[in-house]
């Protein structure tokens, strides 16, 4: 739907979005065109797919921004190692997830700067954390 990317349409050159649920790109395109974006760009399939398509066509993303829901980055990570963004925002919702996730960048090259936890699910005790992390090259 574009809730995390779209916040960065004005400062970013393009964005592309890459979701498994079509409806959610209807809904990125809806709010795209309700706000009058220029270089907003979604599409639905797999992610780890697009992002290897990226890393060997050896295009450059300055950020990439992930929610990579319950399961965590898996096999999105050795692509995200390839492409080599200058940051990466990460939201997670399981702390043994974002443990392993953030393991897996930092062995990459990775330093947390800055860790946010958010309250999305009140009077839960679910806590989404979203962590901003840059590259040390």
Same mark, same amino acid.
């Given at each position: 739907?574009?809730?995390?990317?779209?916040?960065?349409?004005?400062?970013?050159?393009?964005?592309?979005?890459?979701?498994?649920?079509?409806?959610?790109?209807?809904?990125?395109?809806?709010?795209?065109?309700?706000?009058?974006?220029?270089?907003?760009?979604?599409? &639905?399939?797999?992610?780890? /797919?697009? *992002?290897? #398509?990226?890393?060997?066509?050896?295009?450059? +993303?300055?950020?990439?921004?992930?929610?990579?829901?319950?399961?965590?980055?898996?096999?999105?990570?050795?692509?995200?190692?390839?492409?080599?963004?200058?940051?990466?925002?990460?939201?997670?919702?399981?702390?043994?997830?974002?443990?392993?996730?953030?393991? &897996?960048?930092?062995?990459? /090259?990775? *330093?947390? #700067?800055?860790?946010?936890?958010?309250?999305? +699910?009140?009077?839960?005790?679910?806590?989404?954390?979203?962590?901003?992390?840059?590259?040390?090259?």
């Amino acid at each position: 739907s574009g809730n995390l990317s779209l916040q960065f349409a004005d400062g970013a050159r393009t964005i592309h979005g890459i979701e498994q649920n079509r409806r959610a790109i209807g809904v990125a395109h809806s709010n795209v065109e309700k706000n009058g974006l220029q270089g907003c760009h979604y599409v &639905a399939g797999d992610a780890v /797919g697009h *992002l290897w #398509k990226n890393a060997k066509a050896r295009n450059h +993303f300055d950020c990439v921004i992930i929610d990579p829901g319950r399961a965590g980055l898996n096999q999105a990570a050795p692509p995200l190692g390839c492409l080599r963004p200058q940051s990466i925002v990460h939201l997670c919702a399981s702390p043994e997830v974002l443990a392993r996730d953030i393991g &897996a960048l930092v062995r990459q /090259g990775y *330093l947390i #700067k800055r860790l946010i936890g958010l309250e999305s +699910f009140p009077q839960t005790f679910q806590v989404e954390t979203l962590t901003l992390l840059e590259s040390v090259d």
